[in-house]
């Protein structure tokens, strides 16, 4: 049966967010022969910055893949597929932010970032864990859900209070 896991919801709105509190003054206070130009620039960012949120894992009884977009691909984020029986282990590395990132290790000393933003994580672990035979309990989100959640509802206070200084 393949399984299909989206980029975590927290993580896409809290980035696409960012740019649009970022980025909506541009088109207002650019002077008038830059106003099209600013606003197309502006859609084609916002396209951009969806589309590169739009990567997702999928898992069957016999491999899991990684998929990304055409315009991930482009800035030079590759898809990958890893056999289950190629998997020797999955080994953690710290980050400098006190987190950990995981690895899966193959048998041929290759190395595949293990994706820890995605929806329904516990069941994507559990998935891994049987089809591998290797105990994940420590592998958690690589960054507290809460520090996404404050990201967004920061970045909707951006928007609104931009949105009230043009507005009066």
């Given at each position: 049966?393949?399984?299909?896991?989206?980029?975590?919801?927290?993580?896409?709105?809290?980035?696409?967010?960012?740019?649009?509190?970022?980025?909506?003054?541009?088109?207002f206070v650019s002077i008038d022969r830059y106003k099209i130009?600013?606003?197309?620039?502006?859609v084609l960012g916002l396209y951009l910055i969806i589309n590169i949120t739009s990567d997702y894992v999928e898992t069957c009884n016999n491999?899991?893949?990684?998929k990304t977009t055409f315009i991930s691909k482009t800035l030079g984020k590759k898809s990958w597929e890893i056999s289950w029986k190629d998997i020797k282990l999955i080994k953690s590395l710290p980050t400098s932010q006190g987190s950990k990132v995981y690895y899966f290790n193959t048998y041929q000393d290759e190395n595949y970032l293990v994706p820890?933003?995605?929806e329904n994580f516990e069941k994507f672990v559990s998935i891994v864990s049987r089809n591998t035979g290797i105990t994940v309990?420590?592998?958690t989100y690589?960054?507290?859900?809460?520090?996404?959640?404050?990201?967004?509802?920061?970045?909707?206070?951006?928007?609104?209070?931009e949105l009230f200084a043009f507005v009066s």
């Open positions: 049966m393949i399984e299909k896991f989206k980029t975590l919801f927290f993580v896409k709105s809290s980035l696409v967010t960012l740019y649009l509190a970022l980025t909506i003054p541009i088109p130009p600013s606003i197309i620039i502006f491999k899991i893949s990684y820890q933003r995605v309990n420590e592998i690589l960054s507290p859900l809460w520090t996404y959640k404050l990201l967004t509802s920061l970045s909707v206070l951006m928007i609104i209070s």
